[in-house]
């Protein structure tokens, strides 16, 4: 298994880009165009999971000391095989010194999508991370803080999201692509 660099059109593209369409809600998603300019530059990586074939994709973001696991996603027909393990452990060796974290949808008992997140939850934790904070964006999006290794302070996260914002890859604090859901 290896990571392969995506870009738009090309190779595992098509196959990356459709599922990153299905697999995050709109209002998490960061438009698609971002994050093809953004790929294969100093800033971010846009990554196939690839085993003889297609099997998921991951998105990582750099800045200084901080490692960002924006997305990560193992198609349908590869789950529970291994793939997000595996993924994660290259992406912590990626990582190298700095502080690895990512963000996801809180726990909350009232979520339509409960199992689903507490699953997520426990996939994180059996892969070593640790549950930091909750981050809430100015739209009201929270999300549950996640770390490896050393932990994000709540202002490094906040600066390295306003960073993201000032250099064009979030629109917005916040990842938002689409309408928030109301509650």
Do not use: C
């Not at 846009?46 to 750099?62: K, N, P, W």
């Not at 590869?78 to 393990?85: A, T």
């Not at 809430?136 to 490094?156: L, N």
């Amino acid at each position: 298994m290896r990571l392969v660099p995506v870009r738009e059109g090309t190779g595992y593209g098509v196959s990356a880009d459709a599922l990153y369409l299905g697999a995050f809600p709109e209002y998490e998603r960061i438009p698609m165009e971002n994050l093809h300019r953004f790929a294969g530059t100093d800033l971010a990586e846009y990554y196939a999971i690839e085993d003889d074939g297609f099997r998921g994709l991951a998105y990582t973001v750099t800045h200084g000391d901080v490692f960002f696991l924006l997305y990560l996603a193992v198609s349908p027909s590869s789950r529970g095989k291994g793939y997000g393990s595996r993924t994660l452990d290259i992406i912590k060796g990626m990582a190298g010194g700095r502080k690895l974290f990512l963000n996801m949808e809180p726990v909350d008992p009232g979520a339509e999508n409960l199992k689903q997140r507490e699953a997520r939850r426990e996939f994180y934790l059996r892969n070593g991370f640790r549950e930091e904070r909750e981050y809430v964006t100015s739209e009201g999006i929270s999300y549950t803080v996640m770390t490896w290794g050393e932990p994000i302070s709540e202002e490094e996260n906040r600066a390295f999201i306003r960073y993201l914002v000032e250099v064009g890859m979030f629109p917005e604090e916040g990842r938002r692509d689409g309408p928030v859901p109301e509650d």
